[in-house]
Antibody, heavy 118, light 110 residues
Framework: QVQLVESGGGLVKPEGSLRLSCAAS????????MSWIRQAPGKGLEWVSY????????YYADSMKGRFTISRDNAKNSLYLQMNSLRAEDTAVYYC???????????WGQGTLVTVSS | QSALTQPASVSGSPGQSITISCTGT?????????VSWFQQHPGKAPKLMIY???HRPSGISHRFSGSKSGNTASLTISGLQAEDEADYYC??????????FGGGTKLTVL
């Protein structure tokens, strides 16, 4: 069965960095687009970034551009999100999702909490 | 990119039908068929209910249906059940090659 398991969340100071990982199993990872979506505590969903199956095409939400970097390692069935220059407003649960096509997120991970605080 | 506009809350009694609207612009909802709807119960990951405006993923009840008219997409839930009580979010592809979500709607089953 399809499984997505995020890891790497935790407490980080403002201006710090964190790298999130998403381990995929149960499907041919290299065949699928992937996305990161986040949700601040008590707030709605916010799309973060998209990466194509080969990794050649990448898109970011404007507020993350220049600070976040999405990548993937198809040999390791893993998706990553490198987050730099973190701000308090980046505090959220970060989900990875299998992306069939622009919002067609058919499988989600359980999420990993990132807290940015001094 | 501004969030899509959804009502903050809707409610209905068991067995009734409700509709949640999702209003955007011609640069997102009105311009593309990439509109999805997600259900989220407290403390859980979102679940895909509708994709590409009106398509149901395998395993999703026929009580859930989606449609679009102009810049507004809608999710209709018929035969409301207690387990439908949750938060619902719409999303849409945008002309900037990004994705935007709605602010979310809390559905209460009375």
């Amino acid at each position: 069965q399809v499984q997505l398991v995020e890891s790497g969340g935790g407490l980080v100071k403002p201006e710090g960095s964190l790298r999130l990982s998403c381990a995929a199993s149960g499907f041919t990872f290299s065949d699928y687009y992937m996305s990161w979506i986040r949700q601040a505590p008590g707030k709605g969903l916010e799309w973060v970034s998209y990466i194509s199956s080969s990794g050649s095409t990448i898109y970011y939400a404007d507020s993350m551009k220049g600070r976040f970097t999405i990548s993937r390692d198809n040999a390791k069935n893993s998706l990553y999100l490198q987050m730099n220059s973190l701000r308090a407003e980046d505090t959220a649960v970060y989900y990875c999702a299998r992306d069939r096509n622009w919002g067609h997120f058919d499988y989600w991970g359980q999420g990993t909490l990132v807290t940015v605080s001094s | 990119q501004s969030a899509l506009t959804q009502p903050a809350s809707v409610s209905g009694s068991p067995g009734q039908s409700i509709t949640i609207s999702c209003t955007g612009t011609s640069s997102d909802v009105g311009g593309y068929t990439y509109v999805s709807w997600f259900q989220q119960h407290p403390g859980k990951a979102p679940k895909l209910m509708i994709y590409d405006v009106s398509h149901r993923p395998s395993g999703i009840s026929h009580r859930f249906s989606g449609s679009k008219s102009g810049n507004t997409a809608s999710l209709t839930i018929s035969g409301l059940q207690a387990e439908d009580e949750a938060d619902y979010y719409c999303s849409s592809y945008t002309s900037s090659s990004t994705l935007v979500f709605g602010g979310g709607t809390k559905l209460t089953v009375l």
